[in-house]
C-alpha cells in the first residue's frame, strides 16, 4: 500500500478466508445483527465466479456483488470488467445460480463502462457498482523503484470521486431504471449527496473507514441531519436529480 495525494494506491488482493469458512463464521454474526448483507465475490475464472455464487444459495445473504475487477487468468490476464463479452460471460453464469439479486462491479478503466453496464444488465444483473478502483502507479523519485511490487494498483480515496460521480451519472443516463450503488472516494455528507444527484440509489463508504471504522453510521446520521436542513423529506427524492449549469463562468 502506498499513501499518495488525496488517496492511497493498493496492491494487496483480495485476501479472506473463503466462502465455506465465511458462511460458517461471519454470515451468521451478520444476521444476529440484522445486518442486510451484500457479498461480494471475486474469482480467477468465470467457473471460480459461479462456484461461489452457487455456495452461497439458500443462505442468508441479501445481494451478492460481483467483482468483476479480477483478472481473467483464462485470457492472459485480462481484467473481466474491460471487456463487455467477458463480463456478460461472468454475469449471465452467476444470475443463473443466484437466488437473490445480482450487482455487477464496474470499473472506470473500461473504455466504454456505459457499454459494459449494458451488457451485464442484459446478462441478469439487477443492479450495477459504481466503480472499483482506478489503476495507477508510484515510484519513488530518488531510487526509482516501483513503491508496489507490482508495479501498479489501485487508486481509491477523495482522489478519484470525481471520476466516480461521472461515470454514475454516465450509467444512470443510459440505464435510468437500474439501481446503482455508487462509490469511490466518499468522505463527506457531501459527497454522499453528490452521488445520490449523479444516479445513485446507494452509497458505500470504502477507503473513508481507514480513516473512521464509523465512517457508515456517521454519514448516515449526518445525512438525516443534511436532508432536513435542506428541506427533503428522504434521500430518494435526491436521485437523478442533477441540474445543468447555466450561464456564464463564476
Request: proline share 5%; charged share 20%; net charge negative.
Amino acid at each position: 500500500m502506498v499513501e499518495t495525494p488525496s488517496g492511497m494506491l493498493n496492491a494487496i488482493g483480495l485476501q479472506n478466508p473463503g466462502v465455506d469458512a465465511w458462511v460458517a463464521e461471519d454470515l451468521p454474526w451478520l444476521t444476529r445483527r440484522g445486518a442486510t448483507t451484500i457479498v461480494s465475490i471475486a474469482g480467477d475464472t468465470v467457473e471460480d465466479f459461479v462456484h461461489v455464487a452457487r455456495r452461497l444459495r439458500g443462505s442468508a445473504v441479501d445481494a451478492i456483488e460481483v467483482n468483476l475487477s479480477c483478472p481473467n487468468v483464462e485470457h492472459r490476464g485480462l481484467v473481466f470488467a474491460l471487456d463487455a463479452e467477458a463480463s456478460t460471460e461472468v454475469i449471465r453464469g452467476v444470475a443463473r445460480v443466484a437466488d437473490v439479486p445480482v450487482f455487477a462491479k464496474l470499473s472506470a478503466d473500461a473504455s466504454d463502462v456505459v457499454a459494459v453496464a449494458r451488457a451485464v444488465v442484459s446478462a441478469g444483473a439487477t443492479g450495477l457498482t459504481l466503480i472499483n478502483t482506478v489503476l495507477g502507479m508510484a515510484i519513488d523519485p530518488v531510487s526509482g523503484r516501483m513503491q508496489l511490487a507490482n508495479g501498479y494498483g489501485g487508486l481509491s480515496g477523495p482522489a478519484i470521486r470525481p471520476i466516480a460521480v461521472r461515470v454514475v451519472h454516465q450509467v444512470h443516463t443510459a440505464l435510468p431504471q437500474v439501481p446503482i450503488i455508487g462509490c469511490g472516494g466518499v468522505r463527506t455528507v457531501e459527497d454522499v449527496v453528490q452521488f445520490l444527484r449523479a444516479g445513485a440509489t446507494a452509497v458505500a463508504v470504502g477507503t473513508g473507514t481507514f480513516v473512521d471504522p464509523f465512517a457508515a453510521e456517521t454519514l448516515r446520521v449526518g445525512l438525516e441531519a443534511w436532508l432536513e436542513r435542506h428541506g427533503h423529506a428522504r434521500a430518494a427524492d435526491l436521485v437523478g436529480t442533477v441540474q445543468p449549469r447555466r450561464g456564464g463562468a463564476v
